[in-house]
């Protein structure tokens, strides 16, 4: 009984003194002032602390019954005695007062820390690799529940002392004590067989993983270099897979696989021929065997709507296509990989550096080890800033390819490359990367394009196949599948056999291999069966059918029921106009959503959608109507495309799926991922086929008697304005970040419409800034004070429009249309009088000078509304708000870049700062200079002071009078500003007329400089206006 009872008390004894010994540490810490060298000792300390915690886990220190531990070395009472001495002599290296100062050069700052705020928060500051250990061990600990009387208080180790780091030598040496004494600890009890992997000190990586600040993982790394081998090694895996995974983050896009999903897949018994001999009458090189045997490139090569993507990614996904590679790798498994270029789609989609990131992501992350050698400077900038890393250049991933495809490491590759006919840029371009990604013998690549020459010159002589000679067949069981199994040609099959099978055969005939059309077509007939039409009209019908697809296209508008067409001509130029946009890059929302499009198409209608928040079972039902109505307006060439969100990709989502209420969101029981999103609220409109875009591109085509429009009111600009609205308002939802975020976006996109439509419709009161007043109200209301408001985006906003509100007019949208440049609204807004009459607005509203000026929005501090020639736009604002009574010399904005010196200047010193630092740094053109010279014109009639300014204003003049067609202009602002020069006092003796001084500039030069310091050089004046 004795001896059970020595063994508990043993047991005790162990762990109180472990759990001493590893309370010292904290009782260490060092000076900010000291610098880095400073944090990486205490690091050094931190691992040694969390290698004695590890030991224990790993010989489970805390694990034990009554009587025994449950690793039974640990019962050895030798072992026991061992184990002691060595955590003695931890807790006396670590505890010792005197050692500590004499030896280690530490000094005890107990009694004036609360004080000195320069001390690390070991916690805090530096990276704790322990602290996961710590916190299990403690609540193991906790589970003991040993009571506290039995410990031996005068070996507490929680006394008042706090060891500050003096010397940087000696603290090593303390280290290296310890690391003596932690590594016997571990020789005396190696880890248990579980916990041993190959001799390792470090079992696993996760606590190194919880870790995910980069500059933490490095300071481990440093830390434990050349002292801690095995920690070492695995934090530097550790970083070297963070930098991996932050470039492979970097080259993935979010829509890379987006065209490849949309397409639809190959109707049923069709395309199997593709992977079957060549035929005598169509030849075309083997395909199969080329899988089998072939390397290089394999051409698909077809006219415009013949099947190419469809094909594509039919050969893609196929089971067939798997096996045929792995006989071409002898068993070894082929990665396929794919990049479908869709000229419709964003730049990432139909460019080449969506091209080059696609492809180098599924390369890389296949072969994460080539990245530090393919892509060195996406290396270095993953390993040296903590930003985010900017994509490759083409540089870059030039060089990655050269690098790829010489690589012996690289694994067999089979790539699928479809519709390089959809590349934007130099076809050159794209066709040289595919060529020299196709150099290395263990890539395959499969290219599809249409014959353009730019492809039949490059892939001359290459193995190929021409699609709309081999697809009679599939067009055939097409044509049998959707028309000759209809009930209604059944019908007629069985009165007249023979002229029922010729319009099937015609059909067949009259495609030419392009299967677009014979879906249109198909279309037709199946519109014939439902008007009950005879065999005779049912063969006028096929007879009428034009061959080509453009003239299919006009047909198929046509045959639109004229009771429609207005209707359609609004939808086809909207969605048009809505492609042209994302094609241009002036848009920030990813595609015609059919929520937006259901409210645009309605609009000029006699029952127009109010722009209100709508319930979550409405937002789908008006998508399904949409979709009937684009069948019976649009002739086919639009379609409604059911779309649900992946669950990583939530933007532009209209689905209750959103809705991330605020008491789940508090709580994180519910996420947005947690709810299926609705397929058809969530839905685009997307043309049938890139042909259709491009038909519609064509001249003259809008002059069709199908596709004109009589309403005078209709504008394409007022419409968009109002749509990218009618989004923000459905994307508002309480608490969900996400949302808002969309919400801005939509707001923003709308907004640069808006100024658009401003100035085409000069008396329209239809676009975004006359209908904002719903928005605003729901925005107000959200930011109810019980919850605070929760979007730093839309808080001034909402504040903005508590002002003065009236009715459908706000400040907000005031001020909105300044920052944006809606001349038209500003003017016809009635706060304008009274605002412009305040020097400082009673409302609380900044001056309106102030919008023009400023470099942040009331949307937020990172968005920007003014659009194309800002210069010009924000020149022509100041003219109007001047015109309106604005005082020039009200005080500027606090957070302009001029502030840092000191000094408080006025809305116009500010102005003509700016223009002169950017007319001497930019190369602005005439035009921009005119508008310079105008409103510098503005600012002199609205008696802008210029007792401080002078220098600057002439300086400016004189630049500006060098170009022979701005004299006259900057001759008479000369003028303008000698007369305001007098009324205001202020002697300019040295003023001539500017016209006559550039004629003979030198004359004049010394005569200026002396008496008003001018020169030529607008920078120099600058810097005196400064001094």
Known sequence: MAEIAGTVFGAFSIISAFKDAIDLFALFTASRDLGRDYIILLTKLDIEKFILLQWAEQVRLLSHDDDAFDDKRLNNPTVQESIAQILSCIALLLGDASQLKKRYGLKDVSKEQDARKDLIHVERDTPTMSSPCMVRFEQQFRKLKLEVTQRDESTSVWRKAR??????????DLIAELAHFTSKLKELVPPIANFRTRGVELTNTKDLEDIHDLKNLKIILEASTGHRGAIAGSTQGLIDDRCKGRILQTLWFRKMTDRREDITAAHRKTLAWAFQPPEEEHTWDDLSDWLRTGAGIYWISGKAGSGKSTLMKYLYSSQKTKALLSEWTGGKECTIADFFFWYLGTPEQNRQEGLSRALLYQILSRHPDLIARALPTMWKEANEVQEDITPPSAAETKYAFEVLSTSRELSPFCFFIDGIDEYVGNYKDGIALINRLAINPHVKIIA???????????????????????????????VRDMIGNNTYMKRLLQKDPLRSRKIMQDLVQKS????????????????????YDRIAELERRVQGLPPELEDMFQHMLHKVDKRHEEQASRLLRLCYSKQKAQEQGVTDIDGMYALDIAFSAAYYDLEPIPIQFISDVERPELCKDLDGRLRSRCGGLLELVKRKPSHSDMSFCFCKAANWDAENALSHTTGINDIAHDVFADAKVCFMHRTVFEFLSGDKVWE????????????????????????????????CPAEMSQALTCLRDGINWGVQAD??????????????TPLLDSLRALSDPVFGFWSDDFSDLAEAHSHDN???????????????????????????PRLSAESVPSCGCPPLLHYPLKSTSLLGSNVSLAQGDSTRASSAMISMLLLAGCDPNCPAPAEHEFAEMGEAISCWALWLRRQS????????????????????????????DLQSTQTNVMAMLNYLC??????????AVSRLYRDRCEAQGIICESLVDISASVLDASSHRRKRSRSCGLTDDLGGDEKRARR
């Open 759 to 772: 100035q085409n419709m000069l008396q329209g009161e239809e676009n975004i800034f006359w209908k904002m």
């Open 448 to 478: 599809s394009s249409r014959p353009i020459p730019q492809c039949v010159a490059e892939f001359e002589g290459l193995p190929m196949l021409e699609l709309q000679e081999l697809t009679r067949g599939d067009i055939s069981a097409y």
């Open 512 to 531: 030419s291999g392009v299967f677009l059309w014979v879906v249109l077509a198909c279309r037709s007939l199946l519109a014939g069966f439902e008007d």
């Open 962 to 971: 060098k170009e022979t067609g701005l004299r006259d202009k900057a001759a």
């Open 806 to 832: 009236d009715g459908e007019f706000s400040h907000a949208t005031l001020i909105l249309a300044i920052e944006a440049g809606a001349i038209n609204y500003v003017t016809r807004h009635p706060s304008l």
């Open 704 to 735: 069709l008697d199908c596709l004109k429009t009589t309403d005078a009111q209709f504008d394409i600009p007022t419409l968009m304005s109002l749509s990218g609205l009618y989004l923000a308002v459905q994307s508002q939802r309480i608490r």
């Open 163 to 172: 060891w500050v780091i003096q010397d940087k030598q000696k603290f090593e």
């Open 917 to 944: 630092s950017w007319l001497s740094a930019a190369k602005a053109t005439q035009d921009e200079k005119i508008s310079v010279l105008e409103t510098l014109e503005s600012f002199l009639k609205a008696d802008a």
